[in-house]
């Protein structure tokens, strides 16, 4: 049963070009969650979808960054124009869905954006 | 904020002793969840405890829950050179699914 996988694991773009980080769940989870980390630091959670709904994305800039779940295929998140501020380690994560708590996130191995 | 603290933000120890990691957080919870993290690599889930709980164990973890005091603390007992990594504790707020992450404690197990 594959975990969660994230590609590419390292992306390096110039400023200005648009990054595009993939992410498809275990098999049988409908929820996905995608967080940010800087180096020595936490994770900051960036938006939280299910299939074709974006549930929450209170931590997600409202300019340059996008998100997605499509029905089929994996979940996307597009951040256009990238700045150097961007660079950074983007992790998705996976959960069983319906709405239940109490539920761990099963997380992929983060896509490495460097913006040079 | 809601965002957990971790206490302390670094801890280096001799294999086989006990390393104890802290947690504070603001509001309200479902529940508290502890995770893993090597380096260069995503988080692994350890221990989730519920807010109606108060100790949990797994193997050589022990979790405790104080929500009067808002606070956890993580305790790793006969520590290996294998458990180094940063160690993160996660909040399910309620109304809130999305996990809130502290900012870790590093952890070095000396061989």
């Known amino acids: 049963n594959a975990g969660v996988m994230q590609n590419p694991r390292h992306l390096v773009r110039r400023r200005g070009q648009e990054a595009r980080l993939r992410c498809s769940p275990m098999?049988?989870?409908?929820?996905v969650y995608w967080y940010r980390q800087l180096p020595e630091e936490g994770l900051k959670f960036m938006v939280y979808?299910?299939?074709?709904?974006?549930?929450?994305e209170s931590g997600m800039p409202k300019e340059r960054f996008s998100a997605e779940f499509p029905k089929e295929g994996p979940s996307i998140l597009r951040i256009q124009q990238v700045v150097r501020g961007d660079s950074a380690a983007y992790f998705c994560a996976s959960s069983r869905g319906t709405g239940e708590t109490d539920s761990p996130l099963h997380f992929g191995n983060g896509t490495r954006l460097t913006v040079t | 904020s809601q965002q957990g603290e971790e206490d302390p933000q670094a801890l280096s120890i001799q294999e086989g002793e006990n390393a104890t990691m802290n947690c504070s957080y603001k509001?309200?919870?479902?529940?508290l969840q502890w995770y893993r993290q090597n380096s260069g690599r995503g988080l692994v889930h350890l221990i989730l405890i519920r807010s109606n709980e108060r100790e949990k164990h797994s193997g050589r973890l022990r979790v405790t829950l104080d929500t009067s005091k808002k606070s956890s603390s993580l305790l790793i007992t006969a520590s290996r050179a294998a458990d180094t990594a940063s160690y993160f504790c996660a909040t399910e707020h309620t109304g809130r699914r999305a996990l809130t992450f502290g900012s870790g404690t590093r952890l070095q197990v000396q061989p």
């Open positions: 509001t309200s919870i479902n529940n």
């Open positions: 979808l299910q299939k074709e709904n974006i549930i929450d």
């Open positions: 098999k049988g989870h409908s929820h």
